[in-house]
């Protein structure tokens, strides 16, 4: 009996001890865990959305305007005046933080403070969306912010730019001179529709078939194109795969006349080449003033060579012409035209330097440790750390003999570094007007989605060590072209600065 006794009462302590308290209340531990950690996601998360968004707009609406509706506004231009809202940081020891300009003593230098902006575009997104009445694009819409962000580089940095992927696509394309097609241009008459040939490139299967300049395309593959669009006609019915043909009918003068025409890659001539005689300069017909009777050149052994940029299409295409002109042609001088040149490519521009100078020039290296001994200078650049690169002569390439450069107001860059060069070994004479001055050097970098950033990134020095930023180069003879539209507008053979050029290589030969 008493063990039984006992037996219980152990049974009801040991039930007692298993009984406890529940930790929070009436609530498990689980729940109490997930309690807090809502607690805790909703404080967060609200503390984040004001930090870089700002106070919701329907609630700074409620507490500063009672519903009135254009709280927004009125919390941008409050924001706008926080020192931590304008969108930089200034970073000068004992500046005032208020203001956002000091004496000698004030700011040194300044950052985009991010996270203001990312605070002040989220509430200008809140105003859009609250009341703009039309769709938004948000492609166009982040495209313009970098845009924007680049363009405040421009009172310093002109050349400073941000590139959509689809406008890094454009440039690509236009610095190309390869393209599928025929080898035609076309242009669409406004009175009578009619799509008429207007250029056909040498080599290409256009002139192979024996398009011409005027003839008027009118079927193709047995579809009558007259009256139909350009733009509909080019790509459907004259374009397609390479190696493929069309059969197309042309008039030409009264007569329809049917050939057939492949398709293939097409290259875009660049450059304008040949001898004084090709482009139509006679010295027998030169003014008395710039003819010299006692020099023994005759204008099919002056060379003529004239491109508009230096990209890698230009230097292609350029070392070809030289080619042709030294070895077949046989030049015994040469004129190159760089007017209206805006530049391109340093490396371009060295590479046609190397293939015009020996390797060996030594003048600007010799004894200047920070230069390779023997060898040809090009060019150099600098950062502002004092760091660059330099470019010298290697391919074991040389035209030797007289050259004349014609440059304009318009020459720059690349083609400043060009004359400037050839200028500063003796081996050219510049004529023409005082060049652009463009002595800088832009940085393209391209970001993962395709687009890019271009600034200005290091000065440019010619061989003698002279930066020509808004200085320009001088030239040896200086010929003004005209005051005038008229003046411009007129041939090689009337052109005043390429006759003194004419006259220049006659003289000194």
């Known amino acids: 009996m008493q063990n039984e006794e006992k037996n219980q009462t152990n049974e009801t302590e040991n039930s007692t001890k298993k009984q406890k308290k529940p930790l929070f209340g009436n609530f498990d531990f689980v729940y109490g865990f997930l309690l807090g950690l809502a607690v805790m996601f909703i404080i967060g998360g609200s503390t984040f959305y004001v930090y870089f968004f700002g106070i919701p707009p329907f609630l700074n609406d409620l507490l500063v305007n009672r519903g009135a509706g254009n709280a927004s506004l009125t919390l941008a231009s409050a924001s706008e005046l926080q020192t931590g809202d304008k969108g930089y940081s200034l970073a000068a020891e004992g500046a005032d933080a208020g203001t956002e ?208 940029n230096f990209y890698d299409v230009e230097e292609r295409q350029a070392k070809q012409a030289l080619d042709t002109l030294v070895e077949t042609a046989k030049i015994k001088a040469l004129i190159i035209d760089l007017r209206g040149n805006g530049g391109g490519d340093i490396e371009v521009a060295s590479s046609l330097l190397d293939y015009i100078l020996p390797d060996d020039l030594t003048k600007y290296t010799d004894g200047n440790s920070g230069f390779q001994q023997g060898k040809t200078l090009f060019a150099y650049t600098r950062d502002k750390n004092g760091k660059g690169q330099e470019w010298y002569a290697g391919d074991g390439h040389e035209i030797d003999i007289p050259i004349v450069v014609l440059q304009n107001q318009n020459s720059a860059s690349a083609a400043e570094l060009f004359s400037g060069c050839l200028k500063d070994y003796g081996r050219a004479t510049i004529v023409g007007t005082k060049s652009y001055g463009k002595g800088i050097v832009q940085t393209i970098t391209s970001l993962q989605d395709g687009s890019a950033v271009e600034f200005t990134t290091h000065y440019y020095y010619i061989p003698s060590g002279q930066n020509i930023h808004r200085l320009g180069i001088t030239p040896d003879i200086s010929v003004e072209l005209g005051s005038n539209a008229e003046e411009y507008m007129v041939t090689l053979s009337e052109d005043r600065q390429m006759l003194a050029a004419v006259d220049a290589i006659r003289k000194n030969f």
């Open 101 to 308: 300009t000091g004496g000698s003593a004030g700011v040194v230098k300044s950052s985009v403070n991010m996270a203001a902006i990312t605070r002040k575009l989220g509430m200008l997104q809140s105003i859009l969306d609250q009341n703009y009445l039309f769709p938004e694009d948000p492609d166009k819409a982040a495209t313009y912010i970098y845009k924007g962000l680049l363009a405040s580089l421009t009172d310093d940095d002109p050349y400073a730019h941000y590139y959509s992927a689809e406008e890094m696509r454009e440039s690509k394309s236009s610095k190309q001179s390869t393209y599928h097609g025929i080898g035609a241009m076309v242009q669409q008459l406004e009175g009578t529709n009619e799509i008429v040939v207007t250029k056909v490139y040498e080599g290409s299967p256009a002139e192979e078939a024996g398009l011409q300049v005027g003839d008027v395309l009118y079927k193709v593959d047995g579809i009558d194109i007259s009256g139909m669009s350009i733009s509909y006609v080019l790509p459907n019915l004259i374009q397609g795969e390479d190696g493929t043909t069309f059969n197309c009918v042309v008039k030409r003068y009264g007569q329809e006349i049917s050939m057939r025409i492949s398709r293939g890659n097409v290259e875009v001539p660049r450059i304008r080449y040949g001898t004084l005689d090709e482009i139509g300069i006679d010295f027998k017909d030169l003014p008395s003033e710039t003819s010299d009777t006692t020099s023994s050149l005759s204008p099919s052994e002056v060379g003529y060579l004239s491109f508009a």
